[in-house]
């Protein structure tokens, strides 16, 4: 089977593997996935090997230069994985996007510093722009970790056990139920009774219970988008 492959354009190339290099993730890659960390500042061309530029308009800060990045770009072969660029301005990144990425065959995401980078090129080269949440990071280093660790745990032989990621939160548009293990009682609270009864069909319910009712008290944005219940053909 030919390897997910992940091409990270960056200020930073030291900032890779990281955390992706231990524990699944860090198993995973050589036999599973690759992981390609490019220096954006191979790419400039003067003696001080200048990446980024004043804003235009004024402003504090740098910004990123099209042209520096165009190159860095172009110099990753299409082979038709999706570009992205992360970005607090992109499209907030979803377990539905994450799936759609790890079933494809790799990804290229480009990671800002400064102020960012020039819009242009993010347009000349139709790159998604990609957000992990509602705050500003230092930089798109962690950003890109982010994505890959949520790829890359999908991927065929990378977890354990392939059911938990069907069961988990975002899985079915809800929220996962809460988990216990032992010991049966901690600090006087126990386990819900339910848990240790043996009962499967109660402990579906009760499972199932639970994940709509904490979708529905903490993520109401998520309860009202929650695809509808499968309905049951009727009997002929
Ligand atoms: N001036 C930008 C703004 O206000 O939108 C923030 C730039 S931030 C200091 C530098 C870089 O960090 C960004 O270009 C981006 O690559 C990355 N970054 C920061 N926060 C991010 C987020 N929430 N999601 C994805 N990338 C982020």
Redesign the pocket.
């Known amino acids: 089977m030919s390897l997910w492959r992940a091409t990270v354009l960056t200020l930073f190339p030291e900032m890779f593997p990281g955390p992706l290099g231990i524990s699944l993730a860090g198993k995973a890659l050589g036999p599973v996935w690759s992981l390609d960390a490019q220096d954006i500042r191979a790419h400039a061309t003067d003696r001080h090997r200048t990446v980024d530029d004043t804003p235009a308009g004024g402003g504090p ?1 740098m910004v ?1 230069k099209a042209d520096i990045i165009a190159r860095a770009l172009d110099a990753v072969p299409d082979d038709g994985r999706p570009r992205l ?6 499209t907030p ?1 979803r377990q539905s996007r994450v799936i759609e990425l790890a079933a494809g065959s790799g990804v290229v995401v ?8 020039d819009q242009r090129v993010i347009e000349a080269r139709g790159l998604e722009e ?15 970790l ?1 994505l890959l660790d949520a790829c890359v745990r999908l991927l065929p032989g990378v977890m354990g056990k392939p059911d938990s990621a069907a069961e988990e939160s975002f899985s079915g548009g809800l929220l996962e139920y809460p988990q216990y293990t032992r010991p049966a009682e901690f600090e006087g609270r126990p386990i819900p009774a339910v848990l240790t009864s043996g009962d499967h069909k109660k402990i579906a319910e009760w499972r199932q219970n639970e994940a709509e009712r904490l979708t529905r008290e903490r993520r109401p944005d998520l309860w009202a988008g929650r695809p509808a219940p499968t309905k049951m053909p009727p009997k002929t």
């Open positions: 800060g990123m660029v992360m970005t607090p301005r992109g990144l480009l990671c800002g510093r400064f102020e960012g980078i990609v957000s992990i949440g509602d705050y500003v990071l230092s930089g798109g280093e962690i950003a890109a982010t």
